[in-house]
């Protein structure tokens, strides 16, 4: 396996564009299952996510071609309905090809999917949901087993703003009979953007982006391909570590290619902590700042603080001056970056679902291990601000939703570097 190898303290100066966002990618590319014909889409971000979630579709019947900037996805004919464990086990967001399969099939077997550990997110949400569309779902031998002659509208309230949920019934709904609505849904910036694109399709669609969705269900001889390549919305996600990257180090650094308004609740949170922000239509340029000052803060979907961001967070409060709070309200086994970054010095104490953080003045390089996705970019983060040289291992979680972050910090001015396996 992978690793990198950081010496630190950096000091970052310069540009990053952030990629295309993985969590708005992935159901995207899935929608085209909904789509009988070839849909393009500009600058897919070379991830590990990304590479599965287009192997499982290939394994439908999916063709993919590749020219240049374009990546185009045609799913005319399929081979089958079947996403097996094999390819469904390493990602949660697998499971978003039960909808459209459904819908445009009126059946589906799919594997329960896997992910990183960071604890139970179950799919009986998404499985109630197909329910009231009227789908027949039965468990066996670890697959969902769906069918329906034909899917008809319903209104759907979801007992939490589950975005994969959300995600799942609005692709089912495109083909279902009549109008669904969708109440409690969430509010993510992805799921507008999987809104726009299945608009582009030629569906209407009402209210993505708030908590209330309605989706008006087409034929598949209505569905039509859009005029010009699909382009994915900037990674929020990426584009606040690298901000907090630039605060953690004393830095001078503008990232770009995201929209700041789907970052509010996370600036307006580091602007109270003393970061200096200039936000322009499509980019934040972090200014050097005094070391900043301890806060508190509670995880929610959005527009509260994306649990996404926590652990990135929780790297910068390590830090600062004074202590600060964290509280995890999405997901119950999220802090198990702590550990490896008290082997760096800092100081963190663990409560229940909150951790209390002593600002301290240096960090000191380690080897460090990766548990999940956002707890490998915290280390990373560590190990830019830590005196000495950081030996992260087990990588392959960090390129499952950063694409070439070793080298894109690398043109900021950090000393990284990857050692293959």
């Known amino acids: 396996m992978d690793k990198l190898i950081v010496n630190g303290p950096c000091t970052l100066t310069g540009e990053v564009r952030v990629s295309s966002a ?45 020219e240049g900037p374009t990546t185009t996805l045609d799913a005319t004919e399929l081979a089958n309905q079947h996403a ?49 569309l009227g789908a027949e779902i039965h468990i066996e031998n670890g697959y969902i087993k769906a069918r329906a002659k034909k899917l008809k509208g319903a209104v759907i309230t979801l007992p939490f703003p589950s975005v994969g949920a959300t995600e799942n019934l609005m ?49 598949l001889k209505d569905l039509k391909p859009s005029a010009k390549p699909y382009r994915v919305i900037g990674d929020r ?41 200039d936000v322009g239509p499509d980019f934040v340029h972090v200014r050097k700042s005094p070391r900043l000052k301890g806060v508190a803060i509670d995880t929610a979907p959005y527009p509260g603080f994306p649990t996404d961001v926590q652990a990135q967070m929780m790297a910068l409060m390590s830090v600062v001056d004074g202590n600060s709070i964290v509280t995890e309200t999405i997901f119950e086994n999220r802090f198990m970056h702590v550990p490896e970054m008290g082997r760096m010095g800092a100081k963190i104490t663990l409560k229940g679902k909150s951790a209390l953080i002593e600002g301290v003045e240096s960090l000191s390089g380690a080897p460090v291990m990766c548990t999940d996705l956002r707890a ?19 990588v392959y979680h960090l390129d499952r939703g950063y694409e070439k972050i070793d080298e894109k910090l690398t043109h900021l001015g950090a000393t990284i570097r990857r050692v293959k396996a």
């Open 22 to 66: 993985k969590n708005a990618t992935l159901p995207i590319l899935v929608a085209t299952l909904l789509c009988p014909y070839p849909v393009n889409f500009e600058t897919i971000p070379a991830l590990m996510d990304v590479g599965t979630i287009i192997k499982l579709l290939q394994s439908l019947g999916v063709k993919l071609t590749v």
């Open 84 to 132: 097996d464990y094999a390819l469904v086990k390493t990602m949660r967001a697998s499971v978003l090809v039960l909808g459209p399969l459904l819908a445009r099939y009126g059946q589906a077997s799919v594997s329960l999917p896997g992910g990183c550990a960071i604890g139970a997110r179950p799919v009986d949400i998404h499985l109630m949901g197909m329910e009231k």
């Open 171 to 219: 692709m089912a709904a495109v083909l279902a009979e009549g109008v669904t609505v969708i109440e409690n849904a969430a509010m993510e910036p992805e799921i507008d953007d999987l809104a726009d694109f299945l608009i582009a399709q030629g569906v209407r669609i009402e209210g993505a982006g708030t908590s209330r969705i309605t989706i008006h269900g087409v034929e």
């Open 237 to 277: 996600i990426e584009a606040a570590t690298f901000i907090i990257a630039a605060i953690m180090t004393g830095s001078d650094v503008k990232v770009s290619g995201l929209n700041p308004k789907h970052l509010s609740f996370v600036l307006e949170t580091l602007t109270k902590m003393g970061a200096g922000l």
């Open 376 to 394: 490998s970019a915290a280390l990373i983060l560590c190990a830019l601000k830590a005196e000495g040289q950081t030996e992260i291992q087990r």
